[in-house]
Each structure stands twice: as structure tokens, then as C-alpha cells.
């Protein structure tokens, strides 16, 4: 979420942090009507459709931050900032605040957690997960079946180019859809340039 100068000094954004030992400072209000204050502002946000967290002031001149979270659409989420003293309403801000980026990324997150379309998003994310289940098993049982006699290697590559140039694009798709995917087949092909062909008795293992 964006970060915001807040009235009073000190610079507040989503995620609080450590409070000083001396929490709550004098003349503070409570968390209750903090979260009481920021209310209206959070859109009515009520369990267990949304959910509300109050994070404590970080110091004597800091605030409270009340952020609600829906359970499904992330657009209805709102981060209200309160003056912990007065129980003013300091800052209010949302979804039309959020550059594209960060849009991107909460409804991809909710997607991915099978919160934005109800069921039918929890079935697609089953059948998600069942498919790459069932890639990586049938991935090692092709593999065991078209392997080398005798070898560890990879099964012969395909004399039809136009194969392997589509293999090497879908490669190339996934690697940067899934970073941490790519950085891994990177890895490994670095890997096999300076390690595995280097070692003639391992080529002839692996390669």
C-alpha cells in the first residue's frame, strides 16, 4: 500500500512497526476508539466479510493505522490514519490511490488465494494445483521412459527444430511469469556450461 506523510510529523505507512516501551504515551486515546474514529471512514467494514487491524502509534508524535481488508475484493479495502490524542481522522485513502503495479498485485494476490470469485475461484486454483501435481509426477514417469539405457540424461533432443524452438519459448514464458521458476532453469544451465561439461565422467552421466 502507498505510504503517507501524516500530519504531526513522522512518516506513516501500512505495516506500523515497533512501539516504543512506553506505549500508550499520555493523553492517548485507546485502540477502541481509534478503531471506532476510523469506522466510518473504512466503509462500515464489518467480520467476517472484512476483516480490521489497528497497528499503535510508533512514537509520541505517530498514529494509529486502521486498515480493513475485504475478504474478496481488494478494491474495497480502505487504510485510515487516526491522531492518536483527538481521534481526528488524519488521512484516508484506498484503491484510487494505488498506482497500477500495486493494483496488479492485490488482485493477483487474492486470485492466487482463492478469495476473489468465491467458489469458483477455489475450484480453478484446485484445479490448478492438481494439474502441477500431476505435471511433476507424469513429468519424472516420461522422463524414466525415454531416458538413456543406463543413464541419468535427458531423453534425445527432438531433430525437428520448430519443436525446440516452441519448447525454448514456453521455457522463456514461464521464466518470466514465474521469476523464481526462470532462476532456476538459468541455474541449471549455467550449471551444466561451467560444471557439467566440464567433467567428462559427469557429462557422460548427465549429459
Not at 55 to 65: M, N, S
Not at 126 to 134: E, V
Request: proline residues 7%; glycine residues 14%; neutral net charge.
Amino acid at each position: 500500500m502507498p505510504a503517507t506523510e501524516t500530519p504531526g510529523g513522522g512518516h506513516e505507512g501500512h505495516g506500523g512497526g515497533a512501539t516504543g516501551g512506553d506505549w500508550p504515551y499520555p493523553g492517548s486515546i485507546t485502540a477502541e476508539r481509534a478503531l471506532a474514529a476510523a469506522a466510518p471512514a473504512a466503509g462500515g467494514c464489518t467480520p467476517p466479510g472484512c476483516e480490521l487491524s489497528v497497528l499503535p502509534p510508533t512514537g509520541p508524535k505517530g498514529v494509529y493505522t486502521v486498515v480493513a481488508t475485504d475478504a474478496e475484493d481488494p478494491a474495497l479495502g480502505r487504510t485510515v490514519l487516526v491522531d492518536q490524542y483527538s481521534g481526528t481522522v488524519l488521512v484516508d485513502y484506498g484503491w484510487e490511490e494505488y498506482g497500477v503495479l500495486a493494483k496488479a498485485v492485490e488482485q493477483g494476490i487474492a486470485l492466487h488465494e482463492g478469495r476473489r470469485y468465491g467458489t469458483v475461484n477455489l475450484l480453478v486454483m484446485l484445479g490448478t494445483c492438481l494439474a502441477m501435481i500431476t505435471l511433476v509426477v507424469s513429468g519424472a514417469w516420461m522422463w524414466w521412459k525415454r531416458r538413456p539405457r543406463g543413464r541419468l540424461a535427458a531423453p534425445a533432443r527432438s531433430t525437428d527444430r520448430r519443436t525446440t524452438y516452441r519448447v525454448l519459448a514456453v521455457m522463456a514464458v514461464l521464466g518470466v511469469l514465474f521469476p523464481l521458476a526462470g532462476i532456476t532453469m538459468a541455474a541449471v544451465l549455467v550449471l551444466d556450461w561451467l560444471v557439467v561439461r566440464r567433467i567428462p565422467k559427469l557429462n557422460a552421466l548427465v549429459g
